[in-house]
């Protein structure tokens, strides 16, 4: 058996199956309307080689957020969504065996700490707590990775910065970013973008008019304030989105919406009774 | 008859549109006929039989007053008695509420607002100057409702006294509270409320008659409370007593019918005689009623998830796998050998590991006797501190992933355990569940020990799975026909044993009852049990208490 470090970018079929490469040669910058400091605070993180966590709710923009921030960095950005399985070595590499041989493939981990990318790790908290005990070194003044089964520690290279995405509401009492972890970290919080931003980006992103947009957001702002109330989770834009897109598509704005909005909210037919009267009232009936 | 019902479910409807503007949960309940809207800050009160727009108009309207702080205890306190002033108030106040989340209102509430009086105020307290002021005030459109200035108080004054955990009110209080204000002389008759559901659960009057009339659990009484106690014994036991084996005969003669349909026969434990009555208790499984008014939204978790998540998780390395993080060297090296020496190499050559899944099926059984409708310390009722307990627990597990049934008992005599079925392990754990849960009224007695072989006897049949968990919820009073506290306890705790025997856990946990430990040591044994003041209290002991249970199984399941 030999062991061969370095072999390069593998293409491991567990590796591709995680990890997507957003190329820095893009030639549009992503859609993305700045809410408030965040671009400065990431620039200055990424040039000091800090280490960044993005919190905030599920749909709210922080992906495109680091997608528009690697296009401007020319930085790869190396996107991998975490789950409960994710083990050090999906991360990391292991070892593959081809015909009588092992043979190293690198990890996306890896990979973006030979070339310098930015690694953005989706979802941070559903991994398990002694995968994410991997970044700790790399999260800090240190910048390494160490490779265990190869023997070797890996100097992050230029341009490197690892990147994570956290939902403190989401399973937060289940599972919850170690404070270790944490304070390798700076935080930049994200929030649903205010009420003209989000129906510009709605707009923008589903291609419908203003107006369609400004009922959707309403709608959306309207659902949101149920989370006070209970509602586990709430109207992201990423639905408002997607029920644009489908009125673009040429859907009834109020079929857009139960399929788009009612119905990825919730099971319950209670509930989901009780969201469809809103949609009801809150978008105009075109058949009529 | 039956539009009125539609109506007063689209009225239910209207709860989440409610929720959303008062950014509280509210829910919306069909009015007196012919009564404008009104709230008391938690529920929303329209005339089921005006038109729809009209009824999201007036939704609309209290729900921004909620959320506009109009309806805070300062000001309404001053509007009390003074029903014109209340008027104008709310002729100022409502404009200003629905202009203030006016960007968040349907479109078609939006034409409403009068922008010319909205601007005549910027707090409640000025709308509340500009009432008091001699300036003229047009009278607010009927779809602005009124201002119940003594049910909103009644329902602050409530919320404040008892830092309550569940949100909705129940209808009965809200009667009752009525009723015990009853001097309160105000424009709107008391007296009509008091009769307006005079024998029904509700109304003072209502409780009066169910005190009369209900059964009530006497334990100081003395005597045989019931007349179908039994006077003689046939011979029939002595023959069942040869099979004195904690039985799994239980579970063997318990067909699946039987389960759904007209009863299943349980054996009982006679202390005095030392030997079973042999299908003594007939249990049966009776469909609870959904109650309507329960709001959508599911209960408080008491934070119980964190602590019932760290039971029994844990990774485990599995050698010899098709797939996994690393190779396993030596299964490596024999498929390497084998190679060699010609012969085709097994392939599962890597270590994977996997979280061991959990694997605990919890039923828990919920004592619905009469003796939990007496208070508590607290100000709830034993009952509803047991329910809330059980709902949080229900939803708790079931969040966690682990499969969870929960049942409601009482008795009349041996002939009729009923056994309730408020979520079974198959269904799902929706806004019904939490409906049928309200839907239980305390009445009656507990046959503990017939509750407890059944409950034990579903786990085992419908769980599925190697760990199973029974947790009753009582106060720990085992008393029947013909079941008074010794002889109850004895069956009890020997009903307990058999299914601990039969590898069990079982957990009892009293809440918010006033037994005395000597009583539940009686009644529950050796098995796990614990006393827990109030509902919040559980988060703190509950994940011990599970472990310590399910660890006590573990050991016999393996003796066994």
Redesign the interface.
């Known amino acids: ?1 030999t062991e061969g470090p370095g072999i390069g970018a593998g293409d491991g079929d567990s590796a591709a199956r995680l990890e997507r490469v957003v190329t820095a040669t893009r030639a549009a910058r992503p859609y993305y309307v700045l809410v408030g400091n965040e671009e400065k605070i990431f620039k200055a993180a990424f040039r000091q080689g800090l280490s960044v966590v993005l919190k905030g709710p599920t749909g709210c923009g922080k992906t495109r957020f680091l997608e528009a921030m690697a296009h401007d960095l020319g930085r790869p950005l190396i996107t991998v969504a975490c789950h ?2 994710l ?4 991360l990391v590499g ?2 593959l ?1 081809r015909g ?1 041989e ?1 043979e190293w493939v690198d990890g996306p981990l890896t990979r973006a700490v030979r070339e310098g990318a930015i690694c953005y790790l989706d979802e941070v908290v559903e991994a ?1 707590q ?1 995968t994410t005990v991997v970044l700790h070194p790399l999260a800090d003044h240190r910048r390494q990775l160490p490779i265990e089964r190869l023997g070797l520690t890996l100097d992050a290279a230029p341009g490197f910065c690892l990147v994570v995405s956290y939902n403190p509401g989401y399973q937060s ?2 599972k919850d970013l170690k404070d270790s972890t944490r304070q390798r970290m700076v935080a930049i919080e994200f929030g649903f973008p205010a ?1 003209d931003v989000e129906v510009k980006i709605v707009a923008h992103e589903a291609g419908v008019d203003e107006a369609q947009a400004a ?1 959707l957001v ?1 709608l959306g ?3 949101r ?2 989370e ?5 989770e709430v109207a992201s834009t990423r639905v408002l989105i997607a029920a644009g897109r489908l009125i673009a598509e040429g859907l009834e704005a109020r079929e857009a919406a139960r399929a788009a909005i009612a119905g990825p909210l919730t ?5 989901t ?6 949609i009801d ?2 978008l ?1 009936d075109q058949t009529a | 008859m039956r539009s009125a019902e539609g109506n007063s479910d ?1 009225l ?6 409610a ?8 829910k919306v309940a069909p009015a007196d006929p012919g009564e404008l809207a009104w709230t008391d800050g938690r529920v929303v009160f329209v005339d089921a039989n005006i038109g729809t727009r009209e009824q ?1 108009e007036a939704v609309a309207v209290q729900a921004s007053l909620l959320a506009a702080g109009s309806l805070e205890t300062d000001v309404v306190r001053r509007l009390t008695r003074r029903p014109a002033l209340a008027r104008r108030y709310l002729a100022v106040e409502g404009h200003r509420a629905l202009a203030a989340i006016e ?2 209102l ?3 509430v939006r034409p409403l607002i009068d922008s010319d009086v909205a601007a005549r105020a910027d707090s409640p307290v000025a709308s509340l100057a500009a009432a008091l002021s001699r300036e003229p005030i047009a009278d607010p459109p009927d779809s602005f409702g009124a201002i119940r200035t003594r049910h909103l108080l009644a329902s602050i004054k409530r919320a404040a006294s008892s830092a309550m955990t569940h ?1 909705h009110v129940r209808r009965e209080q809200r009667n009752q509270v009525v009723a015990e204000l009853s001097g309160d002389e105000d424009e709107d008759g008391t007296a009509a409320d008091l009769f307006s559901s005079p024998v029904g659960s509700g109304g003072a009057l209502g409780r009066l008659l169910a005190q009369l009339l209900g059964v009530v659990r006497q334990l100081n009484g003395g005597g045989p409370p019931g007349v179908d106690a039994p006077t003689h014994w046939t011979g029939a036991e002595a023959r069942g007593r040869g099979s004195t084996v904690f039985s799994i005969g239980v579970t063997g003669t318990m067909e699946q019918a039987a389960i759904e349909g007209q009863g299943t026969k349980y054996p009982e434990w006679d202390v005095h005689r030392r030997r079973y009555r042999r299908d003594w208790c007939t249990v049966q499984e009776v469909e609870p009623r959904p109650k309507d008014d329960t709001p ?3 209960s408080h978790r008491h ?1 119980l ?2 602590p019932l ?1 760290r039971l029994g998780m844990g ?1 485990e390395r599995f050698r010899r796998r098709v797939q996994g ?3 396993d060297i030596d299964a ?1 090296i024999e498929a ?1 050998v084998e ?1 060699m020496a010609g012969s085709a190499p097994h392939e599962a ?1 890597y270590v994977e ?3 061991r899944r959990r694997d605990l099926a919890v039923l828990l059984l919920l004592d619905t006797s009469g003796s939990a409708a007496e208070s508590a310390a607290t100000g709830q009722t034993v009952h509803e501190q047991q329910r809330a307990a059980a709902a949080a627990l229900t939803v708790a597990l079931h969040e ?1 992933g682990d499969r969870v049934a929960l049942y409601a008992y009482h008795s009349r005599g041996r002939s009729a355990v009923h056994l309730v079925p408020v979520k079974r392990f198959d269904d ?1 754990l ?3 569940v939490m409906r049928r849960l309200h839907g239980l009224v305390p009445s009656a007695y507990s046959r503990l020990g017939a509750a407890i072989r059944h409950g034990a006897a579903v786990l085992e049949k419908r769980g599925a799975t190697s760990r199973r968990l029974l947790v009753v919820l009582s106060d720990g009073l085992a008393y029947d026909h013909g079941y008074e506290p010794v002889y109850g306890a004895a069956d009890a705790r020997r009903a307990l044993a058999e299914a601990r025997r039969r590898g069990t856990a079982c957990l009892c946990l009293s809440i918010a009852a006033s037994t005395d430990v000597e009583t539940l040591r009686r009644v529950f044994g050796s098995a796990a049990y614990a006393t827990i003041p109030r509902t919040e209290q559980l988060s703190q002991v509950i994940g011990p208490l599970f472990r310590s249970a399910l660890r006590s199984a573990e050991v016999r399941r393996r003796v066994s």
């Open positions: 058996m409960d399985d083990t050090t070595a999906d292991r070892f065996l009588g092992t398990r002694d009492i289940l009420r009922e309403r702002q309207a659902i304030r149920l006070t109330a209970g509602l586990r099971d319950d037919s209670t509930v009774r009780g969201l469809v009267e809103m009232l809150y105009a | 689209s239910g409807r209207l709860g989440l549109l929720s959303a503007l008062a950014c509280r949960a509210l999201v960007d968040l349907p479109p078609s949100q959508l939204l599911m934070g998830r964190r998540a990774l993080d690393e190779i490596v390497r190679a050559i590991s996997l979280r966690i799902d929706d806004t019904l």
